[in-house]
């Protein structure tokens, strides 16, 4: 199988909503994703682009997607987060995802980043596995905390004066 990996075009965008969402529905999150096309062209391809794409093609079709990001650390400095990696289902075990995996952990090398951060659910065992043979560290001593569209309103609402 002849895929090639890529850096992601503005004209990707719909494939790359297309595995967002394959992405919500294995992680049971169907309804989670609120980002449209538009979102991701302007986002990602606007006068200051927010994140950076990898898609993985294969006769001309989109078949996985990496999305990343720079962050900054207050102990490390430049960082990036690597907010999605997916492949789609019937093109899983071809070796896809681990191209695309190298293809960022490859790019923050050259930026000379000083980590690689991602989330991995816990019960994704074959992502932790595959994560930790390749060197990585899943950190079991840290939760995610996040404050959706609603908190941040009733936080702002009841402590700002």
């Known amino acids: 199988m002849d895929f090639k990996i890529r850096k992601g075009k ?15 529905d294995f992680e049971k999150e ?16 606007g006068d200051s682009p927010l994140f950076k794409t990898f898609v993985a093609e294969l006769d001309g ?6 999305l990343f990001y720079p962050r900054y650390s207050t102990w490390k400095g ?8 997916i492949v789609k289902k ?7 995802g681990r191209a695309l995996y190298t293809k960022v952990i490859e790019f923050g090398y050259k930026k000379g ?26 950190l079991d001593d840290w939760n995610t905390a996040q404050m959706d569209e609603q908190a941040i309103k009733k936080y702002l609402e009841t402590n700002s004066k």
């Open 10 to 24: 503005i004209t990707d965008m719909p494939a790359v909503l297309e595995l967002i969402q394959e992405l919500a």
């Open 30 to 45: 169907p309804d989670a994703v609120e980002v449209t096309v538009a979102d991701l062209e302007q986002d990602g391809f």
């Open 61 to 66: 079709e989109i078949i996985g997607m990496a």
């Open 78 to 85: 430049p960082t990036i987060h690597l907010e999605d990696l």
């Open 90 to 96: 019937n093109k899983r075990g071809l070796n896809i």
């Open 113 to 138: 980043v000083k980590r690689i951060e991602w989330v991995v659910l816990d019960w994704n065992t074959p992502a932790i596995e595959f994560y930790k043979k390749t060197g990585a560290i899943v």
